[in-house]
T-cell receptor
Framework: EPEVTQTPSHQVTQMGQEVILRCVPI?????FYWYRQILGQKVEFLVS????????KSEIFDDQFSVERPDGSNFTLKIRSTKLEDSAMYFC???????????FGPGTRLTVT | AQSVSQHNHHVILSEAASLELGCNYS??????LFWYVQYPGQHLQLLLK??????LVKGIKGFEAEFIKSKFSFNLRKPSVQWSDTAEYFC????????????FGQGTILTVHP
């Protein structure tokens, strides 16, 4: 069964550094999402992406965040200047209509020190 | 805005016990409802979903859920749990015009003792 993959599985970075989290969605999927889960809290929606542009973003997704689909297979989340409160598990997901089931990647644990 | 509430943070059961995990949502319009499961060290997997039709939906691994519109609820059930059901369970809702965007509950950790 096809899977969403994410790299790295764990990223440790210093406050103020830029990080890029990578995702490879399932190949025929069209809609892509990033979510995050701070330890002990809910999984929260960050952003949705379709047709090479952001279709919706949450209040969390401020100017420090950006997403890109640079080559038709990867889907990246960039945080320009990380803060301690960005430490979380970041999940990528994708959908192929009309099934409307989101397939999630295994997540990247980001630790900001 | 949508919100989802799961009643129990941690449920501990013995094998063969029956399970019911509560989920309530707040949203006035049409919703799609989901239960996801996350086994230790693994990614979120879809257990079952409700879009329309029969409010009692069956999913994988013997799980089912019932949508009760008047109660804004979508409780997850399993008649007899197994040790392998130990995992975290998330209820999620998609509603409105945001295609695919999920709002999650806080999750319920289920521990099943053999």
């Amino acid at each position: 069964e096809p899977e969403v993959t994410q790299t790295p599985s764990h990223q440790v970075t210093q406050m103020g550094q830029e990080v890029i989290l990578r995702c490879v969605p399932i190949s025929n999927h069209l809609y892509f999402y990033w979510y995050r889960q701070i330890l002990g809290q809910k999984v929260e929606f960050l952003v949705s992406f379709y047709n090479n542009e952001i279709s919706e973003k949450s209040e969390i997704f401020d100017d420090q965040f950006s997403v890109e689909r640079p080559d038709g297979s990867n889907f990246t989340l960039k945080i320009r200047s990380t803060k301690l409160e960005d430490s979380a598990m970041y999940f990528c997901a994708s959908i192929a209509p009309p099934r409307d089931e989101q397939y999630f990647g295994p997540g990247t644990r980001l630790t900001v020190t | 805005a949508q919100s989802v509430s799961q009643h129990n943070h941690h449920v501990i059961l013995s094998e063969a016990a029956s399970l019911e995990l509560g989920c309530n949502y707040s949203y006035g319009g049409t919703v799609n409802l989901f239960w996801y499961v996350q086994y230790p060290g693994q990614h979120l997997q879809l257990l079952l979903k409700y879009f329309s039709g029969d409010p009692l939906v069956k999913g994988i691994k013997g799980f089912e859920a019932e949508f009760i519109k008047s109660k804004f609820s979508f409780n997850l059930r399993k008649p007899s749990v197994q040790w392998s059901d130990t995992a975290e369970y998330f209820c999620a809702v998609n509603g409105g015009t945001s295609y695919g965007k999920l709002t999650f509950g806080q999750g319920t950790i289920l521990t099943v003792h053999p």
